[in-house]
Every structure is written in C-alpha cells, then in structure tokens.
C-alpha cells in the first residue's frame, strides 16, 4: 500500500513537525524542581557515552515512514515533548537531553542497523525506539551486544526479559487475558474468530489468546487468518466471517492494513454495533486513518485513551496539543512513549550515574506518580505495573472507557501454562 496516503486527515502536518521540534515550547507537566550543581562527567560517565559538562545524547528510532508510520508517529512525538519538558525543567543530572533521530523505515533489519549506529558511532546514553515486535527481536541482539538501554513503548506478547530494556507497554497477561475475560462476562462470547498480521507479535498473542479461551475459558476459535504488514485486500476473510459468525472478532491487525480493513468490514455490511468485534492493536492513532465513522461500536483494549479523565492526563493532552497541534490524537502506545525519557530521567538520578548497568540496576521500583494514565511502577522484570482498560470506538475517533480494572496489574512476561 502507499502509506503516505493512508495517514489521515493530518498526517501532513505531523510528518513535517516529526523530524524537529519546530522550536515550539513545551509547558513541563511535573513541578520545576531547585537543580544543584551538575556533578562532574567523570563521576557520571565512567563508559564512554555520549555525555559532556552540559548534554547527553540520546536516541530516538521509530518508524517515520512506510506502513507502520500510522502507528509509529505518536511515539516519535510524545518522546519529543517528554525530552522537551524534561530539558524544561533543568535536564537529567544537570545535563540537557540532546536528540539524534533515526528512521526504522518499518524494516526489521534497518532497525538492528540503526540501533548500531546509535550505540557504536553515537554512544547515546539510552534510545526510545521500535514499535513492532519484529522491530524489537531484531534491535534486541544490537543493545545487548552493545550494552545499550532501550525504553520500547509497545504493548507486546511477552516471553521476554532484558536488562537492556524497559517495557513500557503492557505484556500479554495484561492485555490480551484480561480482555478476553471481559468480553467473555460482558457479551456472552462462546466463539472467536482472529485476524492477525503475519509476524510474531500477533502469532503468539493469538497463540496466548487461543490457549486462555480453550483452556480457562471453555469456549471456541473458529478461525484464524494472517497477512502480510501492508495488507489491503480482506474481503476473502470476512467472507468467511460472515459464515462462520462467530461472537467475537478478535484482531491484532497492525499499521495502516487496519484503514482497508475496517472500510472493508463496513462495506461488506457488518455492522460493529451488532457484530461485536475486540481490538488489541487499534488506537487513536489509527483511527486518525481508519476514520471513526468506519469503526464505530468496535472494542479495544489498553491501558490507555486520550479520553482517560485525570489530572495528568489532562496537562498531558494540553501539552500534546500545544506542541503538535490542536487535532493531533494520542493513542496507548503514544502515552506509553512519553513515559521513557522520565523513567530514564528518574533512574539515572536515583542511580547519580548515566552508566547503563547502574541505570538499569537502579530501575525496579521506581514509580511515576505523574503518568498520563495514572501512576506506574517499574517491576524487576523491567515491565510496568498498570491497569487495563476496554474502551468503545466513536464516531468521534475517539473511545469511550467501558471497563477499568479495579487495581494495578502486575506485570507477567512469562505466564505459566502459555508458553
């Protein structure tokens, strides 16, 4: 598919604010703080990073072009306004966040190549990056082999642990498990039908989800479809939806598919007020290019929506809009993205070093009581404590939040029995 195309209304004022900040100021959402005198870079920096008296450098490597630019751009500007807000506030250990930007081009490989760059020639001091799961798995082996520190913000199927990375996006358990427990209760759903793009992160969360609804369930999938990243031709497949008609349509379609994908739905006549349909991979941000009126009445499950009512949020949004524009929409993975660079911040100064191992080190339990979606704890296993929620998709484009967990979750990457 042509994806510069398939962006939405206002993709083409947010790929030209993406490569820079425009030298437009962010209102930092957390208090000014009294910043002493920077310790020494040789106090801080005892490998070899990217740190002087007055900067450190760190990476930032998302998709800015190709299919998965759709889902990839919040991420490149919530990291932006974070880094800015922090730079706000006095910087990290007394040192201004300087970024370098790189482009995944929604390729594998050109982003282990990337995050080699980063590491090798750059020595940043940490890179918030990757979207997709095959992205990460192939960025993984650099930052391990390297020494590296990756913030990756995606909700993800789990069965990984680093301590070159922090998860800031939920992990199987709390997102595909708890969702399909509350269609189960809330629809009466005995059948399920998934539709996937074809790679990992959608393979084995459907492996996940199939186990948890025959097993802990009792109840049935009745098909199960995958295609390729930039797939546009689904009528075959709702076809078969339609004869098989199952109580659930469960998708993890990724990227700018999901724009075919959901105008096919409709006009091949199903109607998502009637046909309840379950997304893990749909956010605000691929709504901004399905449009609302196209997947209106379908159900999605993250941690977090635009429309979420708090304080945070509402400073968040503000300073979204202040910095992107107005009619810029903010999806999970996007929230997620912002959190990186002060989770970064927080561990680096709780750690008085830049050094990885030390940051790393210094991670679990560090909590951030001033996160968009609430509050979040960094657990050991690197994963975020968080709460789940399901939202119904408006015509609006945006979601209305139908279910909140009663508490945090507590992050299980390799959960027993579904592996």
């Known amino acids: 598919m042509a994806a510069d195309n398939e962006h939405g209304p206002h993709s083409a004022l947010r790929r030209k604010l993406l490569m820079g900040l425009a030298g437009i100021p ?55 306004l974070a880094i800015a807000q922090i730079n ?11 970024i370098i930007q790189e482009d995944g081009a929604s390729d594998w490989p050109t982003f282990a190549e990337k995050a080699k760059k980063l590491l090798v020639n750059d020595h940043c001091a940490a890179v918030m990056g990757c979207w997709t799961s095959a992205s990460r798995k192939a960025a993984l082996p650099v930052f391990e082999q390297y020494n ?85 031709q689904f009528n075959s497949v709702i076809n078969k939806i339609k004869l098989t008609k199952p109580d659930v349509i469960f998708t993890d379609v990724v990227g700018g598919s999901n724009v075919a994908f959901y105008k096919q739905l409709k006009a091949a006549g199903i109607d998502l007020s009637k046909q309840t349909l379950l997304t893990i991979s749909v956010t605000e941000d691929e709504i901004d290019g399905i449009g609302g009126d196209n997947i209106a009445g379908a159900y999605s499950c993250m941690k977090y929506f635009q429309s979420l009512k708090n304080a945070n949020n509402e400073k968040f949004v503000a300073a979204f809009h202040k910095m992107w524009g107005e009619k810029t929409v903010i999806g999970d993975v996007t929230q997620a993205a912002y959190l990186g660079p002060f989770l970064w911040k927080m561990a680096c100064e709780k750690a008085g070093s830049f050094d990885v191992d030390k940051v790393s080190a210094a991670s679990p339990d560090i909590e951030f009581k001033e996160a968009p979606e609430g509050y979040v704890k960094i657990h050991p296993n690197h994963h975020l404590w968080s709460k ?10 945006q979601f209305e939040i139908v279910y909140e967990s009663p508490a945090l979750i507590e992050p299980n990457p390799f959960p027993k029995g579904y592996q």
Do not use: C
């Not at 959402?29 to 740190?51: H, I």
């Not at 706000?88 to 300087?98: F, T």
């Not at 997102?175 to 809330?186: A, H, R």
């Not at 789940?388 to 484009?397: C, M, Y």
């Open 26 to 80: 962010a209102m930092a959402m957390l208090p000014r703080s009294a910043f002493a005198a920077a310790p020494p870079t040789s106090a801080v920096n005892t490998t070899g990073l990217a740190v002087t008296d007055t900067e450190v450098t760190v990476g930032i490597l998302h998709s800015a072009t190709g299919t998965m630019a759709i889902s990839e751009t919040g991420s490149i500007q919530a990291e932006k």
């Open 88 to 98: 706000e506030m006095g910087g990290v250990l007394g040192r201004k966040i300087k």
């Open 148 to 232: 590296g520190l990756l913030y990756y913000p995606t909700f993800y199927e789990g069965l990984e642990q680093s301590k070159n990375v922090i998860y800031t996006g939920q992990e199987a358990t709390q997102q595909i498990l708890e969702s399909l427990n509350w269609v189960t209760k809330e629809k009466g759903a005995k059948t399920f039908f998934f539709i996937g793009s074809d790679y990992i992160w959608p393979r084995t969360s459907n492996k996940i989800a199939r186990k948890h609804i025959e097993n802990v369930l009792k109840t049935k999938v009745v098909g199960e479809e995958y295609f390729p990243l930039g797939h546009t």
């Open 388 to 397: 789940t929620r399901v939202a119904k998709a408006l015509p609006s484009g």
